[in-house]
């Protein structure tokens, strides 16, 4: 006998061998024990998990000259036959080959005859979704009437392509893909047969490549033993898949933490130059990074991460230095490389941007780069728990202000590029918004619903804001951008310029915190409802007095300017506002009172 594939050699001979399939396999020897057997099967799956083997063997149950029984022997000339697909009685249909139309006619005319060796005839039908549409019209004739002795076994990988009428004549069995574990324990069992020594890395990366199926598996471990010898290693593995070796996955995940673009691209040229897969290296990247998610998101890992066990300690280590949001703007960093990767020519030059940008937290301006940063100075304000002096306070009010502009641009031009969008929902806004009834009169000094005038709650709103600032600097930011304008039964109506749209989404994102500090300052419950002063019909009317006074106030503000100079200098030394320019990379341009 010639070569024999392992794949081949190794194929399940009994319900025993099928790994992984553990309730198809009871359900299918409960049956043959109960003689209950039905005239069609449905078994659907990913390819490679077992179906045609599965069949095969319930073939060899009913035929065996000992059966049916859930043992066949194997032995026998019928289990012989059937194992080297010789029965008459066993018929294999490839319907992908060639759409089955012959093999089908044939069929109708020998299903009449009885099996010649054993009990039953069973049709196999692989791939039964590629049939064309007359056989399978011939196939359901068979099936609406099939003889006493005839099985059908329908295998496919696309269950949804069958018609409605067949799937319902056959009893459905579902296949699911491997896991990691059913595929390394029949790795594991195949080389002790065959005297080959696999090390626990390198099962693990074959079987995790096979993606769930055991035939990929198999065909992987024949590739690699014709490569390596009797002894298997993870980097023969490795390099018969041109896979990226774990070490430098969490090396370059270090590299990404020094930020150290330049150890970077040194890295990513070694690997091209090794003559890894370029697109294989981002998903392999990709796939470590959500590992390092996992490991930090999730309190148990185990069947989440498939790793061996050091390989997760390494990684607990590594998921320690970096924060979730930064975790998540790497991985969208790279799964947006890994699509630009799919259809572009020029992989070496994106992968080295790719790298740049996650090496370079700061030239990344996107939103989710900076709020990134965003998050990172309020760790960091956190971490000093910074108390400002009441005139300090007002700065980096400013420079928080100044960020938030900055992420205004950026929203603003993200809405250019979806006018129609913005433009439905700002309509939708407005009804809403004239939905709610108007509160005619001056509600400045009247007692409210919730026994607080407005005038009462204008009073602690500075303690409010001030709170809230304590609590979430970014909420506090947005609701700064927002003027208090009235108070309507419960609710507290905060009024933005119809060009703050983003500060005002936010604050309706964040309104229960808001909520939950008024209710702290003020002892009641109020409800915070975000206007554009466009469509504001509460407006106190008071508010055009106070507007002027301001207006009055800040020409005196100017003349005083002078004065604060000196003041001036002092704050830009300040250690926070060192650090939102040394995060922002921004300089002070001015310094404002309010
Ligand atoms: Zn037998």
């Not at 039908?125 to 609406?144: G, P, R, S, V």
């Not at 936010?506 to 500090?517: L, Q």
Request: glycine share 4%.
């Amino acid at each position: 006998m010639g070569y024999l594939s392992l794949y081949r050699k190794w194929r399940p001979q009994s319900f025993a061998d099928i790994a992984g399939q553990k309730n198809v396999v009871e359900t299918l020897k409960n049956a043959i024990r109960l003689d209950r057997i039905a005239h069609a099967y449905l078994f659907c799956g990913p390819r490679g998990t077992g179906k045609t083997s599965t069949a095969k063997i319930l073939a060899k149950s009913l035929n065996c000259s000992e059966g049916p029984t859930i043992d066949p022997c194997g032995e026998c000339e019928v289990c012989q036959k059937i194992q080297n697909n010789s029965s008459i009685d066993v018929i294999e249909i490839d319907a992908a080959s060639n759409r089955g139309i012959d093999e089908i006619r044939e069929l109708r005319e020998k299903v009449k005859f009885f099996p010649t060796e054993g009990n039953y005839k069973v049709y196999i039908i692989d791939e039964a979704h590629m049939l064309t549409k007359e056989a399978f019209n011939a196939l359901l004739k068979t099936l609406e009437e099939p003889p006493e002795y005839v099985i059908f076994i329908l295998a496919t990988t696309e269950p949804h392509a069958l018609l409605p009428t067949i799937l319902s004549r056959c009893q459905r069995f579902d296949f699911s893909r491997l896991s990691v574990n059913d595929i390394i324990d029949r790795l594991n069992f195949i080389c002790e047969q065959e005297d080959v020594k696999l090390t626990s890395e390198a099962g693990v990366a074959i079987a995790r490549s096979a993606e769930g199926g055991m035939r990929d598996a198999i065909s992987i471990l024949d590739q690699v033993i014709s490569y390596s010898g009797n002894q298997v290693g993870l980097d023969d593995v490795a390099a018969v898949l041109g896979l990226v070796e774990e070490a430098v996955l969490f090396e370059m995940v270090n590299i990404i933490v020094k930020q150290k673009v330049d150890e970077g691209i040194k890295l990513v040229n070694k690997v091209i130059n090794q003559g890894k897969d370029i697109l294989q290296f981002v998903s392999s990247l990709i796939n470590h990074f959500r590992n390092l998610l996992i490991q930090k998101e999730c309190e148990i890992t185990e069947g989440l991460i498939e790793l061996p066990n050091e390989q997760i300690k390494k990684l607990e280590e590594q998921a320690a230095d970096l924060t979730t949001e930064e975790l998540l703007r790497l991985i969208n960093i790279l799964v947006e490389l890994e699509t630009e990767l799919k259809r572009s020519n020029q992989p070496r030059i994106l992968l080295e941007m790719g790298i740049i940008k996650l090496t370079k937290p700061e030239i990344d301006t996107s939103l989710a780069g900076v709020l990134d940063r965003l998050t990172t100075l309020e760790e960091k304000i956190k971490g000093k728990n910074y108390l400002p002096a009441k005139d300090e306070r007002q700065i980096s009010n400013e420079e928080v202000k100044e960020v938030t502009e900055k992420i205004q641009d950026i929203e603003q031009i993200n809405d250019q590029s979806v006018p129609d969008e913005k433009l439905v929902s700002k309509k939708e806004e407005r009804a809403e918004d004239k939905n709610v009834q108007t509160d005619d009169g001056d509600s400045s000094a009247e007692v409210n619903e919730s026994g607080l005038s407005f005038a009462e709650i204008k009073d602690k709103w500075s303690d409010i804001l001030e709170y809230i600032r304590q609590k979430e600097i970014r909420t506090h930011a947005m609701l700064t951008e927002g003027r208090l304008s009235a108070i309507n039964g419960n609710n507290l109506i905060i009024e933005f310029d119809n060009n703050r749209r983003f500060h005002k989404e936010n604050v309706d994102r964040k309104r229960e915190v808001i909520e939950g500090v008024i209710r702290k300052n003020l002892g009641k419950k109020l409800k915070v409802k975000t206007v554009f002063a466009e469509n504001n019909n509460y407006k106190v009317k008071e508010n055009s007095k106070q507007e002027e006074k301001k207006r009055k106030n800040e020409v005196k503000d100017s003349k005083e300017s002078n004065l604060d100079k000196v003041k001036d200098e002092r704050i830009i030394e300040d250690p926070l506002v060192k650090d939102v320019l040394e995060i922002f990379d921004g300089e002070v341009l001015k310094v404002k009172k309010d």
